[in-house]
Nanobody, 123 residues
C-alpha cells in the first residue's frame, strides 16, 4: 500500500560510492520492514539488504556485506542504501520494497515496490 520512489542511481567507477534513497508516501511507513533488491540484465531479482521497522536490525546478502549499509529515517519516510567499494558486478537496477511488519529475503513476500533506479559500475 505504501508508494515508493527510488533515486540516486547513476554511473560510477569501480571502487566508488553511491547512496540510493527510497522515498515513501503514506502514514504507515514505520509499520513496514524495508528491503533493497537488485536485478542485473538477464538475471533474476536478488536480495541485497533489509532492515526492521525501527531500523535496529539489518540483514545483507553475502555479496555486499561490509560494503553496503541500509538505513531508514522514519520521520522522513525514507530508506537509504549506502554503497561503497562498488564493483562492476554490482551493476543492476536497484529496487526498494516494503513488507508489513517483518523482514524477508524473498522478493515475492514484499507488498510494495518502487520502479527502480539504475546503478552502473564501470571497470
Amino acid at each position: 500500500q505504501v508508494q515508493l520512489v527510488e533515486s540516486g542511481g547513476g554511473l560510477v567507477q569501480a571502487g566508488g560510492s553511491l547512496r540510493l534513497s527510497c522515498a515513501a508516501s503514506g502514514r504507515t511507513f514505520s509499520m513496514y520492514a524495508m528491503g533493497w533488491f537488485r536485478q542485473a540484465p538477464g538475471k533474476e531479482r536478488e536480495f541485497v539488504a533489509a532492515l526492521t521497522r525501527s531500523g535496529g536490525t539489518t540483514n545483507y546478502a553475502d555479496s555486499v556485506k561490509g560494503r553496503f549499509t541500509i538505513s531508514r529515517d522514519n520521520a522522513k519516510n525514507t530508506v537509504y542504501l549506502q554503497m561503497n567499494s562498488l564493483k562492476p558486478e554490482d551493476t543492476a537496477v536497484y529496487f526498494c520494497a516494503a513488507k508489513r511488519f517483518f523482514t524477508a529475503v524473498i522478493a515475492e513476500e514484499y507488498d510494495s515496490w518502487g520502479q527502480g533506479t539504475q546503478v552502473t559500475v564501470s571497470s
